[in-house]
């Protein structure tokens, strides 16, 4: 299912203090009081869409620090204006390749939770390598955590969550799968992301996993 068209933004906000790109970070010494203003437990989102479970976890747990990862440009930094009007200080977006910045820059032991909401699931056999749950990833997912850290990973295609999940089991420490059980919204946007809200007006299912390390 493809991406909608967003909606306009205004060009005149500063987002420079919700915006950074992975290129910046990877040039930088890895300093969250930097990016944030302060130190704080850290959760870590791989592709964020357009920062629905950012600007929603974010106001629920403010003693957190929130990190999203975007790989598309334009979507990275409309969720950088949404954060803007809303004034949030415990949340940046990022520019870039999530697996990268993961690997080459977050240090062992530092995050709180990764989540990983709806990757796009590569249909073919012969492009699964291109998924975001390979071993590789997990294997920094487990570096990353720190102990008691979480890993949540919602999928609506039911193979690759069973083969992710089968991978789990086989290439990682992580205790699990916790179910999440699915509940009603309570309002238009009570969702994790826009992609599961579209899912479920539709009446599709939604898979839903949470690990521990």
């Given amino acids: 299912m493809g991406r909608r068209a967003l909606p306009r933004i205004d060009p005149t906000l500063d987002i420079s203090r919700y915006h950074r790109t992975v290129a ?78 993961l690997r080459e820059k977050v240090p062992e032991g530092s995050l709180e939770a990764v989540h990983v909401y709806f990757p796009d699931p590569w249909w073919k056999a012969r492009h699964h390598k291109r998924r975001v749950m390979t071993a590789a990833f997990l294997a920094d997912v487990v570096r990353t955590l720190r102990p008691g850290g979480r890993l949540h990973f919602w999928t609506d295609v039911r193979e ?35 992609f599961e809200r579209r899912m479920r007006l539709a009446g599709e299912p939604v898979y839903r996993s949470e690990f521990v390390k």
């Fill in 24 to 101: 910046q970070l990877l040039s930088a010494p890895w300093e969250p009081a930097e990016i944030f203003g302060r130190l704080a437990p850290l959760e870590f989102e791989v592709g964020s869409g357009k920062g629905l479970f950012l600007q929603t976890a974010s106001q629920a747990t403010p003693s957190h620090n929130f990190l999203g990862v975007e790989v598309a440009a334009k979507y990275a930094r409309f969720i950088a204006h949404k954060l803007a009007k809303r004034e949030l200080s415990n949340v940046v977006a990022v520019h870039g390749d999530a697996l990268q910045l």
């Fill in 160 to 194: 690759y969550f069973d083969n992710t999940l089968e991978l789990i089991r086989e290439q990682t420490p992580l205790t699990g799968p916790i179910e999440v059980a699915e509940r009603p919204p309570e309002h238009e946007l009570d969702y994790r992301t826009h």
